[in-house]
């Protein structure tokens, strides 16, 4: 004799009925807990319920801090130096604007100036480091002329020495004779 399959058949269904609603229930229990929102009154109060208000003295209530990525990102936005309105950065590459047209103009205004080349002698003062300081020996020859200011343009150089070289038999030392510059020819304002 041979078993017959019908009752396997028949249980199949069943079980899988009964998987589906364990597993519906087992999901129910396992969900997050959710706080149940107040339904809006619209002024209405039911009796022997009194509104949640805090007492006007009394501490604020206390934010608690949630540490998820929108609450991270808004600590780096907090972080970012503020940034000027459109008005302010506009007024700002205006007044940078006007400081460079001024300084063009002032630069345009030291060209128009009529410049002179003027020819003459004029020392060059020796500085503290012991070199010549031909733009004074500028300024002096364009000074004389009636000019500001000069820009040497050519320079000369002569040894002066003193009376002592000329004394027969006597010997020469290194600070009988220097040299001297001179501002020849200067371009003046």
């Known amino acids: 004799m041979m078993a017959r399959p019908a009752p396997l058949i028949a249980t199949l269904p069943i079980a ?7 597993m519906l229930l087992v ?12 339904q809006p009154s619209l002024g209405i109060q039911e009796p022997g319920v009194q509104p ?13 801090e949630n540490p998820g990525l929108i609450n991270e990102i ?6 970012l130096p503020s940034l000027k309105s459109p008005q302010e950065t506009i007024e700002e590459f205006n ?6 047209a001024k300084g063009a103009s002032d630069s345009l205004s030291n060209l128009a100036r009529p410049s002179s080349m003027v020819s003459g002698r004029a020392i060059c003062p020796v500085s503290a480091n012991g070199s010549p300081d031909c733009k004074l020996g500028a ?8 000019y500001k200011e000069g820009k040497s343009l050519n320079t000369d150089s002569a040894q002066s020495c003193s009376a002592k070289v000329l004394i027969p038999g006597r010997a020469r030392k ?16």
Do not use: M
Not at 28 to 35: E, I, L, N, V
Not at 139 to 146: A, E, R, T
């Open 139 to 146: 300024d002096k020859l364009c000074q004389s002329k009636g």
């Open 95 to 100: 007044s940078r604007a006007r400081d460079a």
């Open 174 to 189: 290194p600070d009988d004779c220097r040299t001297d510059n001179y501002v020849t020819s200067a371009l003046c304002q």
């Open 52 to 64: 949640a208000v805090p007492p006007p003295g009394g501490p604020a209530p206390v934010h608690e």
């Open 74 to 79: 808004g600590k780096l936005f907090d972080k």
């Open 16 to 22: 899988t009925a009964t998987l589906a609603i364990v």
């Open 27 to 38: 999901s129910a229990g396992a969900g997050w807990p959710q706080a149940a929102t107040p």
